[in-house]
């Protein structure tokens, strides 16, 4: 019965607090000294002690807070610190799941009516999980979908930084803003100020980065909306295997690029003898003139 109760406990504590409580929570620790007290009086029930108990446990059920997360049924977590999982395989359904992105209550948006400046998929040997949209600082960046805050917080590349959990199944980031006007739990609707566009973090000029993700996998943003226009491209969107084969596959083929770290004594044609292939091929891939001056610790790439 304890163990039922510390446990319903901690839950209702990520429900009064989902800003600072993920789902996976540690309970050890909590109440201190006499912690073991804390769970004993719960379970009382004429309300003798009820003075030491944590109130929130009192008024709280399980199943009704659990649904204020939106989709937590499908995402089985609330973290409002990690941005996402990149390193996670999602488990995804083995059947096409039609997500329905707008109800007639429910609209969308586009985050900032900015043109694509940099698009979705791999950039200079980096991968690029979202879209870059032109924007000034300070021009409002608002909610692509209803839903809730998961995260908003600093990070040293994405600047200040906003996810959303949508009721449509999707979770969307918005980058690199000046300022944040939400906080994790708000509860926004489609076109809600999520902040002000800006230009913090690893970033060259005001932009917006926007990236839209269902279980912390990639999806490129043009895929659902038309960003030119702002329209949806259309009322569902089908999460399937497919969905993800592209960023999977560019994802593989960077991981198999193989380089060559320059020594002293080092040439193209040297190095282009050593690993089969011919000095135009490498000046190709490098991006360099056969009399460009290599450095010694420079990485050639040779396939
Ligand atoms: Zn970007």
Known sequence: MIGKLLNLWTIGLMAAAPMVVSAQ????GFGGPDGEDLY?????????????MVMPVLHWDVNDSLLHIPHYDVYCNWNTETIFDRMKVANLPKDTLRLQLIHEDCDHALPCPGHVTSPFGPRKGRMHYGVDLKLQTGDPVVTAFAGMVRISKYNSS??????VRHHNGLETLYAHLSKRHVKPGDIVEAGDTLGLGGNTGRSYGSHLHFEVRFLDQPINPAEVFDLENGQLKART?????GVFEEI??????????KYHVVRSGDTLSAIARRYGTTVPKLCKLNGISQNSVLRLGQK???N
């Open 248 to 257: 999977a596959a560019a994802r593989a083929a960077m991981a198999a690029r």
């Open 25 to 28: 929570v540690d309970t050890t």
């Open 237 to 241: 969107f089908d999460i399937h295997k």
């Open 300 to 302: 050639v790439r040779y």
């Open 158 to 163: 994405f600047g200040h930084v906003v996810v």
């Open 40 to 52: 004993i009086e719960l379970d009382m029930a004429d309300g003798e002690g009820i003075e030491d």
